[in-house]
């Protein structure tokens, strides 16, 4: 792996899938070595960004959320009656990125990785690119470094960023602060809906689709269709502008995947038109810098060598119960802090 920012940064804008996906690893990666030198990259790449639809699907397992993915990224790279405006020009047909972020072990850290094989028709796309990530146990099953993926992803020309969450319980704050429209696919059939989905999720959705609903269970999804709009319904919209739609489909046959994609493109104008489209943007951004800084804190916490020497012992005393562990926080605090 070269050290040479210029390798990454060229081969990202001439749209080298090879390098894109070097890219990617090197922005992952754990050495803080390949840290500095991913910093410099998306920096040069940033003014190239920011053109791209950037969605975020989430949804219960077993939702179908890779079929749906992989319809709606088939339809977008092949379909030329949905044109995109990118940078005040019209894309006839999309280039496609899945951020598909998988579960990753408590134990090994290591990932399923099994997304590439569920979306073989997509995968095999000249205009697709699809990148599985471990999820590394963060907030929201989203991987740490989704954002500068994402900007990576625009910078090589991705019309369409798709960011998939586990969708295992954990919070979807996390993907909705980095996603222009925020999907929650649902199941219909499977008890009571209501009971199934979190408020909290409601409250952040730009929309809501009920999945799989063909055959036998299409009348299903319709009478889930009514009551998840009453659920809707009390609650207070998240804009002025946009009330949460709630949408069926058929994403094995296909069926209302060119409607929802109609409802994206039709959300997207109507915050461009309202000025909440660059106000969304600039909060994510704000956001995104609250998180580094977090992020940074978290590990320069524990590569402090008074940290690394201590923190052994108080942890075995805190496992014993012979120290509390408020007490064995503030005292690895105050080593930070120099106290000490």
Not at 132 to 148: D, H, M
Not at 191 to 203: A, F, P, R, S, T
Not at 253 to 277: N, V
Request: glycine content about 8%.
């Amino acid at each position: 792996m070269t050290n040479d920012p210029q390798y990454y940064i060229q081969g990202v804008l001439e749209q080298n899938k090879r390098i894109l996906a070097k890219t990617i690893t090197l922005i992952e990666s754990s050495n803080p070595d390949h840290h500095a030198l991913a910093r410099i990259i998306v920096d040069e790449l940033l003014p190239h960004t920011g053109n791209s639809v950037r969605l975020g699907i989430t949804g219960v397992p077993g939702v179908g959320k890779s079929t749906f993915i992989e319809s709606l990224g088939m339809m977008l790279v092949r379909d030329k009656t949905h044109p995109l405006k990118k940078g005040g020009k019209i894309s006839k047909t999309c280039k496609v990125a899945v951020l598909a972020v998988d579960p990753s072990s408590a134990r090994t850290g290591g990932s399923i990785l099994a997304d590439k094989t569920r979306m073989e028709k997509l995968c095999r796309q000249e205009r697709a690119f699809i990148r599985p990530s471990p999820s590394g146990g963060t907030l929201g099953g989203v991987a740490r470094k989704t954002r500068e993926t994402m900007l990576v992803c625009e910078a090589a020309g991705y019309d369409v960023i798709i960011v998939e969450t586990v969708g295992v319980g954990q919070s979807e704050t996390t993907v909705a602060s980095m996603s222009d429209f925020f999907l929650v696919l649902m199941l219909a059939g499977a008890g009571d809906e209501l009971q199934g989905i979190k408020k909290g999720v409601l409250e952040i959705a730009d929309a809501l689709t009920i999945n799989k609903a063909d055959g036998d269970n299409t009348e299903k999804a319709n009478q889930a269709k009514k009551q998840y709009e009453n659920a809707l319904h009390l609650l207070m919209p998240a804009s002025p502008t946009w009330s949460p739609p709630v949408l069926t489909c058929s994403a094995l046959e296909t069926l209302g995947i060119e409607t929802l994609w109609e409802t994206i493109l039709q959300h997207r104008e109507k915050f461009q038109a309202s000025g909440e489209f660059e106000e969304k943007r600039r909060k994510q951004a704000l956001a995104w810098m609250w998180d580094m800084v977090q992020d940074g804190l978290r590990e320069r916490f524990h590569r402090n060598p008074k940290v690394r020497e201590k923190l052994p012992k108080l942890s075995r005393e805190v496992e014993q119960g012979s120290t509390a562990p408020t007490l064995a926080a503030n005292e690895l605090l105050s080593l930070v802090d120099g106290q000490a």
